[in-house]
């Protein structure tokens, strides 16, 4: 059976009691293998979403599950072999190669006492093999460029054998190249991927459906066509959205201008 079932119930998020919501309900679904792509403006509420999938930070109110099971009522450790993130920000590495980064990703795989063994290098390897990591992997990571970071960070998260994946914003910093090799990754993982993107055209070739957020409300979650319409993307974004077929591959592509 395949897993990665992710369901999300009315899940919102304040910073505090006595402090305003920032998310306001929201409810999802995204089937197993299924890309959700999660957009809106700067400000919307699209890292706050995935902070809580990824268990990092906790609902507030409402319930997040994995095929089945309730992703907040289980230990970080067990929701770390569920979920694994790929995050903007990539943490020093103070000195550890690139596969000691990768490795880092089996860490909720292991018990407390046990070092890691054949089993686990075995899947490091693969990793680094899928990311077409090979030549880098005795480079120390601070050395690397920020395209080459990004891919070990995915690695990591791939060694972490999760059922879902969260990604926020994967292309930032990626030259055009490796922002298609990301987006064609994305699609070829088979895993149940959440990821955030700024670009519309992008979401839309690679989601399944997408969940469009604005001020922490949920304006919109559907496929592509349905939510990135050019009267909803207008609105939301406050330009003047316009959906053209393209002449070469007949795709639908999104265009932009400042509202006169
Ligand atoms: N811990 C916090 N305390 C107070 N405000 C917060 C906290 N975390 C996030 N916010 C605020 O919540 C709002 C949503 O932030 P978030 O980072 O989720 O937006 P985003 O959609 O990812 O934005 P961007 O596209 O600019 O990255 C912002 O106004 C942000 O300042």
Redesign the pocket.
Known sequence: MRTGHLVAKDICWR?AKNQPF?LHPVSFEVYPGRVLGVV?P???????LLRMIYHYQKPTTGQIMVDGQDLWGMSAKAAACKVAAVLQEQPGAFGLTVRDIVALGRTPHRSALSSSGAHDAEIVTQAIARMQLEHLSTRNFDTLSGGERQRVMVARALAQQPQVLVMDEPTNHLDIRHQLEILSLIRSLGLTIVV?L?DLNMASDVCDAILL?KD?HCHGFGSADEVLSEKLVSDTFLVTAQRQKLSVSQNQHLTFHLPT
Request: overall charge positive; hydrophobic content about 20%; charged content about 5%.
């Open positions: 910073p920032l809106g700067n400000g919307a509420g699209k890292s706050t955030s700024h957020l922490g």
